[in-house]
């Protein structure tokens, strides 16, 4: 579980959720007692004293809400055939649903009858809206960038390498400035000055290059840090058209290898996949 895809929306939704369910141990009805007689002895009922109530509005609320939730940070979760986010927003519009028709048959609604509507009205509306609007669909937590002291994976060394988050790195798809270390360069001396070759190596030198403009071979692929500008799906290595998961804004994720124009992408939980859609990433 990703706990970095969850966005503002799905913020939004727990607190709602949370707000339904303290609800639900308060007053749904009042009454105002005679003169002349003792009302001390007289509970309140709350929720929990009608279970019709309880599961139709609180706990469906509730429930959808941790259905958006798991939905959001699990995506391709199924339920009886439906993907679980949209059963999960499903069951908040349904709370909300019963939560207007039942304050409006109650004569004396109670403070938990009022704030469960309240909560259910802006739960069913997060959660329809998350994926919609952009100041929901940005991330919960932002995700800082890899310490510069932590060893990266494959061997990389700590704060150097291309390609690791915090070092300076071009676009995407452009080529690296030929100098020494690159690939099929020659050596400087100790002025930078090209050091002497041996005429086959020289020979054999535009065939280790990459054409200009062109992907590197995937034998010189280098793996990078890299964010999705906008929340987009991985899918799996063995081409199934259902996401494994959903790459979220805000957020580091290693590329290991190049498959034709996207990328074999490792989230933080190890999980790989096939990233379709490059372009606008923003490499480390």
């Not at 909560?119 to 800082?144: D, F, Q």
């Not at 081409?239 to 933080?268: D, F, H, M």
Request: aromatic fraction near 8%; charged fraction near 10%.
């Amino acid at each position: 579980m990703n706990i970095r895809s969850l966005t503002r929306g799905d913020g939004v939704v727990i607190g709602a959720a949370v707000v339904l369910f303290i609800a639900s141990f308060l007053d749904y009805s009042s009454y105002d007692c005679p003169s002349g007689i003792d009302c001390s002895r007289f509970d309140s009922p709350n929720a929990w004293d009608s279970l019709g109530l309880l599961m139709s509005v609180f706990l469906a609320g509730v429930i959808g809400a941790a259905l958006v939730v798991v939905g959001r940070t699990m995506p391709g979760r199924k339920v009886a055939g439906l993907d679980i986010g949209q059963f999960g927003v499903a069951l908040t519009v349904f709370a909300l649903w019963t939560a207007f028709w039942t304050i409006l048959d109650i004569n004396d609604a109670g403070a938990g009858l009022i704030l469960g509507l309240l909560a259910a009205i802006v739960l069913a509306a997060a959660a329809v809206a998350a994926p919609l609007i952009p100041a929901l669909k940005a991330p919960l937590v932002g995700a800082p960038k890899p310490a510069q002291g932590i060893q990266p994976p494959y061997g990389a060394q700590p704060g150097q390498g291309y390609g690791y988050p915090g070092a300076q790195q071009q676009p995407y798809g452009a080529q690296p400035s030929q100098g020494y270390g690159y690939p099929g360069a020659q050596p400087g001396g100790p002025q930078g000055q090209p050091a002497p070759a041996d005429p086959a190596q020289q020979a054999q030198a535009p065939d280790q290059q990459p054409s200009q403009g062109g992907a590197a071979p995937a034998g010189d692929f280098t793996p990078f840090w890299f964010a999705v500008p906008v929340a987009r799906p991985l899918y799996g290595e063995d081409g199934s058209p259902n996401p494994i998961a959903e790459l979220a804004p805000g957020t580091w994720y290693l590329a290991v290898e190049q498959r034709g124009q996207g990328l074999i992408a490792q989230t933080q939980d190890g999980r790989r996949g096939v990233l379709q859609d490059t372009t606008g990433i923003q490499r480390g």
